[in-house]
């Protein structure tokens, strides 16, 4: 077991329910095979890491730009751990690669050890540990390169709802509260104004219904991971 970091439209557990059963999400372009093990999560947790979070390139999916995690960023991520199978998180990984489930990620074992592995040059091709909990590995992917080293792009408004409703599911954060976050990711900041933002949040907040998240108990509180020795 390990726990699966999300921190783009993977804090929404209907939309993570898509990689784990398959089919082809509401608004998206893309159907997903699935896990091999459909189970959903054991557990989720609301989780603070280190770095932020950026928008970049041009989702095939959604449209607009995906959410990418930069560890060096300042501040704090927000995040939700979600406890699955190793298998699981390969196959997770595996659709965000566009590989198919069942492909060999060894990587995955480097990523424990190591902290860091890198499976190819693409999105979400690098593995990162970004923490340990309960005795067990907490990893997340993410692109090879830093947030100032690409050019940041606006997020498509189904893509940033998504995020929203992750962020209220995992979080409990209130409408004020999540436009702020969102309002200071490169990529959001500039290219989406507070108005427009208070619309889709407020619509993202007043409810659609979610998909199996996992148990979270009272007892996981949040969790906020400190940062990178020196």
């Known amino acids: 077991m390990l726990w699966y970091v999300a921190y783009g439209s993977n804090l929404h557990a209907a939309r993570l329910d898509w990689y784990l059963r398959g089919g082809c999400p509401p608004g998206g372009l ?3 095979p699935g896990c091999r093990d459909r189970r959903p999560p054991r557990r989720t947790l ?3 890491i280190p770095g932020g979070v950026y928008f970049a390139g041009e989702s095939r999916a959604w449209t607009g730009g995906m959410a990418f995690y930069d560890p060096l960023l300042p501040g ?3 995040a939700r751990g979600y406890l699955v199978t190793v298998e699981q998180f390969a196959d997770i990984a595996a ?3 566009y590989r198919p489930p069942g492909a060999d990620l060894a990587g995955i074992l480097a990523a424990v050890e190591t902290g860091r592995a890198t499976l190819g040059p693409g999105r979400y091709e690098t593995l990162l540990r970004v923490g340990v ?3 067990l590995p907490m990893l997340t992917f993410t692109a090879p390169h830093r947030a100032v080293e690409v050019r940041w792009t606006r997020p498509a408004p189904v ?3 998504m995020l929203a409703r992750g962020l209220c599911e995992a979080h409990g954060w209130d409408a004020a509260r999540t436009v702020g976050y969102l309002a200071g990711r490169p990529g959001v900041a ?3 104004t507070r108005p427009a933002l208070r619309r889709l949040v407020g619509t993202a907040h007043s409810g659609s219904p979610t998909g199996p998240a996992g148990r979270q108990s009272s007892s996981d509180s ?3 991971m400190p940062g990178r020795r020196t």
């Open 30 to 32: 893309r159907t997903y």
């Open 46 to 48: 609301p989780l603070l």
């Open 76 to 78: 704090r991520a927000a």
């Open 95 to 97: 659709q965000e690669m």
């Open 133 to 135: 909990h309960e005795g």
């Open 159 to 161: 893509y940033l709802g």
């Open 190 to 192: 500039g290219r989406w």
């Open 222 to 224: 949040l969790l906020d």
